[in-house]
């Protein structure tokens, strides 16, 4: 086998992996030495190692998984030596990954065995990540907690302890048996490459990472028609048709917009509900309950109040989420030619240009505000509950405010006409996620620290200012674009 | 008579009203259409060929134009009672002319000279 | 016919016109002035290249894109400023049509169909049976050739006056598309549906259409019923002692290794062809539309 064969699995990995990849490892490599300079415990090199593991998970999946890909290209191209070269390309990096740093470390003066162990248990999880089947990863989240849990009752050994060793060798050994299981699945599959909730993640990787701006950030998630193509039938969502029709434009407008804006019967929204919701259920459920344990005592105010932090951040990012959502979906909307805008355009009964424009912005925003707006009031009404303080609240408010000033922003944007061109988006989005936490996590520190960050705060609430005004300037933007528009089903440019 | 009487090649560079039009004249001609006889109607036509009804009307019309059918009210198209259900000899060779002229300037391209080509042609046509 | 299409432009009760239409992307011209208007009750077929710019047209002439130069009218009315009734008259389908893929084919054409005051929902039930349509199943999981029936479907149970496809054949199967050119063909016929299509199937265009219009850079080359087209252009050759004997202005003009020479010639007004076809050696051939085609769009 040559060098360039050895060479395929790394020429076949997409550009955005590699950037990625870089990026992750440089990022894990800088914490280790860090750790290496400023960790005065005799106990760093394994620390460093922890450090690095982490990066190498992801090398596991981004880097060693897609080899699946080349593998399944080789056998269907009936060329068997690329079959070799995919399982040899992994082998490879693998061995470097676990190598180069155990013995960089151990010349430090690390536990030589234990790092590795650690290593390789990293990378193969990666792998195994990469392989199975979607539906599996959901759960994935779950994990380092249910570990927690676990180990805490089996009392499981940690690096250093005796038995680690051979704990750590039968979960890599295992985790690479049920890797090789996917593997073989994946190549003996029939279909190989379709993508569902039972096939690999790595089959997504394969998507092309072309487009800049909202295409850009959306590039990771399928467009809506594949999007449902994948899912199982039991999870098609129920419309509820019956008010549809020129009578009710608005109603028939978010049929047509489709996701999360489409009107669904009482049982559709009740399953939705449970495959959202449920999973979150069951996470904040356990944490309550280990909490509680901690506490040694029941589920009260007082738990909810130590809590409270949390409820904060998983609001404020439920409202970015849904602010995210929608705002792709109309920007993919507003890019298809062949979908439903040809359809609306010519569709009689929807009333005067300007009943359009006002029933259209109706029906794309409300769904969002009006989920936005739950959070906000229930967010707002704990807070009050449990007298978590004026800056807290305001923080409560001012980061709900901001998804929603983003969803009518970019909402005016998309249907305007004049969406953000290149990096825009992205940079807005990432300014607000910033914006976001650091109000989160200043406004919920003790109130004595937060005294001594006065000047922060007024730095924060420049920002803030700052950021709603160019939110106000790109929807005064698109709101000007959407009057001057014959009618607002005009695809943009991509 | 029903619509797959005709025989349509869209592709073929002649015009698809003139391809029913000919195939009119030579199905009269040999008398496989006899006199007062109903043309398949221009709906089954353009239906069964799935072509312009246009194109067939157009068609018909040229043929009425000709002659060769007349509109009986109510009805549709028949074959007009002027053609004698076979014509006469000349008039049949006519038909064979483009055929004729295209073996013709074959044999010139080929050099064959006529005796062989005369030869074998009798010979096709007395086998029959 | 010429002057005819003039006038027809000039009428404003043609279903379908534009005039002057410019349009491009990112510097490039995709529609380079076109002019072109349908009579009421022809069938158009569009032909062009890929790329030539055909979706693009289409798209200017219903008002789906802001040309940045021309005017487009449907029934006379500007087709970025729709009224209902016009729309109620119009049909659309694009290519590879991808709307509401979130609804079955039964609930897609139901919810459409409450918005249109001539929706045949007899004509619904019938074709999706007709075409062995699973109507239940999800618009994105069908596959590409029953997805684009399913608009078909659509676009005809609205029982348009102007029906506009865009490339309606190419995911469909033989079987599939004669059937879909009978249905055209005889709403053309009886129901005085004007049609506009595009396609790059020849031969579709040629059983159907009553005229045909090339596409080609940008601009219209010729648009001509499909009859006369066949009748008035031809292929002329002229061997290498005769290149300099061949007509000027020709359609297209293409010089061979050996001197030859190939021309696409057109009758005059009288109905002759250019004198050189009249030549000894000169070869004149009579051309298909796809002959025709390729020897003006290579």
């Not at chain 1, 750790?35 to 981004?62: D, Q, V």
């Not at chain 1, 929807?350 to 009006?370: F, H």
């Not at chain 3, 190419?170 to 249905?183: G, N």
């Not at chain 3, 300099?244 to 062809?273: F, I, K, Y």
């Amino acid at each position: 086998m040559n060098a360039a064969i050895l060479q395929a699995p790394w020429r076949a990995s997409p550009r955005w992996t590699r950037w990625y990849m870089g990026l992750i490892l440089t990022a894990a490599t800088v914490a280790a030495v860090a750790i290496g300079f400023f960790a005065h415990r005799a106990s760093w090199p394994l620390l460093a190692g922890s450090a690095l593991a982490f990066g190498e998970f992801f090398a596991g999946m981004f880097l060693l998984a897609p080899g699946v890909l080349l593998a399944v290209d080789g056998r269907q191209l009936r060329i068997p030596v690329l079959q070799r070269a995919a399982v040899a390309g992994m082998a490879l990096p693998a061995l470097v990954m676990i190598g180069v740093p155990t013995a960089a470390l151990g010349v430090a003066g690390g536990p030589v065995v234990d790092i590795a162990c650690v290593l390789a248990m990293a990378v193969s999880s990666g792998l195994l990540m990469g392989l199975m089947p979607r539906v599996l990863c959901a759960f994935i989240g779950l994990l380092p907690m249910m570990i927690r849990t676990i180990g805490m009752q089996l009392h499981l050994p940690e690096p250093g302890e005796p038995g680690f060793v051979a704990l750590a060798l039968g979960s890599v050994v295992g985790t690479l048996v049920l890797s090789a299981l996917c593997w073989w699945r994946q190549l003996r599959d029939p279909e190989p490459y379709r993508q569902g909730w039972w096939q690999p993640m790595v089959l997504q990787f394969r998507r092309a990472n072309r487009a800049s701006g909202w295409a850009g950030l959306a590039a990771g998630l399928p467009d809506s028609v594949q999007q449902i193509r994948r899912q199982p039938d039991w999870l098609r969502p129920m419309v509820d048709l019956r008010p549809a029709g020129p009578r009710r434009p608005r109603y028939s407008l978010r049929v047509a917009l489709g996701g999360m804006f489409m009107p669904m019967t009482v049982a559709g929204r009740a399953r939705q509900l449970a495959v959202a919701v449920l999973p979150g259920t069951l996470v904040m459920a356990m944490l309550l309950l280990q909490a509680a344990r901690h506490r040694g005592g029941g589920i009260s105010w007082a738990l909810v109040t130590d809590w409270a932090g949390m409820f904060a951040w998983l609001g404020s990012f439920i409202g970015l989420l849904v602010t995210l959502l929608a705002v792709m979906q109309l920007h993919q909307h507003w890019q298809k030619h062949n979908a439903e805008l040809p359809l609306l355009a010519l569709l009689p009964g929807l009333g005067t240009p300007r009943q359009v424009r006002r029933e259209l912005l109706a029906a794309s925003l409300l769904p969002g505000l009006g989920i936005q707006s739950g959070v906000l009031i229930l967010l707002l009404a704990l807070a009050l509950r449990i007298h978590l303080g004026w800056m807290a609240e305001a923080a409560v408010l001012l980061t709900q405010v901001a998804s929603m000033g983003v969803l009518v922003a970019f909402t005016l944007s998309v249907v305007g006409g004049r969406p953000l061109r290149g990096w825009g988006a992205g940079v807005c989005c990432t300014v607000c996620i910033v914006l976001v936490s650091l109000s989160l996590s200043l406004s919920l520190m003790d109130r004595t620290a937060a005294a001594s960050h006065a000047p922060w705060v007024a730095a924060l609430a420049g920002a803030w200012a700052l950021f709603l005004l160019v939110l106000g300037w790109i929807g005064r933007r698109g709101w000007h674009g959407l009057v001057q528009r014959r009618h607002p089903f005009l695809a943009n440019p991509g | 008579m029903d619509a797959s009487l005709f025989v349509i090649q869209p592709a073929s560079a002649e015009p698809i009203y003139r391809q029913i039009v000919e195939q009119l004249r030579r199905l009269i001609a040999s008398g496989q259409l006899a006199v007062g006889e109903l043309l398949p109607s221009v709906r089954d036509v353009a239906g069964f060929h799935a072509v312009n009804p246009m194109t067939v009307s157009r068609a018909y019309s040229l043929a009425e134009n000709e002659g060769l059918l007349e509109r009986l009210r109510g009805k549709g198209m028949a074959v007009a009672a002027g053609q004698r259900t076979a014509h006469s000899q000349a008039a049949r060779l006519a038909l064979l002319e483009p055929q004729l002229l295209a073996l013709a300037r074959h044999a010139q391209e080929l050099e064959l000279p006529a005796d062989p080509v005369l030869r074998r042609l009798g010979k096709l046509l007395g086998e029959r | 016919m010429n002057a005819q299409l003039r006038d027809i432009t000039q009428a404003n009760d043609s279903p379908l016109a534009v005039h002057g239409l410019v349009h491009g992307y990112e510097g490039t011209r995709v529609l380079d002035g076109v002019d072109l208007a349908l009579a009421p009750g022809s069938v158009l077929g569009l032909i062009g290249r890929n790329g030539a710019g055909k979706s693009t047209l289409i798209r200017a002439m219903l008002g789906l894109l802001e040309p940045q130069a021309g005017q487009a009218q449907v029934f006379g009315e500007p087709a970025l400023g729709l009224s209902d009734a016009t729309k109620g008259r119009l049909a659309y389908v694009p290519q590879q049509p991808e709307a509401l893929a979130w609804l079955s084919a039964t609930q897609m054409l139901d919810y459409v169909g409450r918005f249109y005051p001539n929706w045949d929902s007899g004509f619904v039930k019938g074709t999706l049976a007709r075409w062995d349509i699973p109507a239940s199943k999800l618009l994105a999981k069908l596959s590409p050739g029953e997805r684009q029936r399913v608009d078909l479907i659509r676009a005809l149970a609205s029982r348009p006056d102007l029906l506009v496809l865009d490339e309606p054949a190419a995911a469909l199967d033989p079987v599939a598309r004669r059937e879909l050119l009978r249905e055209v063909a005889l709403r053309a016929g009886e129901a005085g549906t004007t049609v506009l299509f595009s396609t790059h199937i020849v031969s579709d265009l040629e059983r159907v259409a009553s005229e045909v219009a090339f596409l080609h850079q940008g601009r219209l080359l010729i648009h001509c019923g499909v009859d006369e087209t066949k009748e008035r252009y031809a292929r002329l050759w002229l061997p290498a002692r005769l290149a300099a004997a061949a007509p000027s202005g020709t359609l297209s003009r293409r010089h061979h290794g050996d001197g030859s020479l190939c021309l696409v010639v057109e009758r005059d007004a009288g109905g002759l062809w250019p004198e050189a076809a009249q030549l000894g050696g000169a070869r004149l051939d009579a051309l298909g539309l796809e002959d025709l085609f390729v020897e003006i769009a290579e």
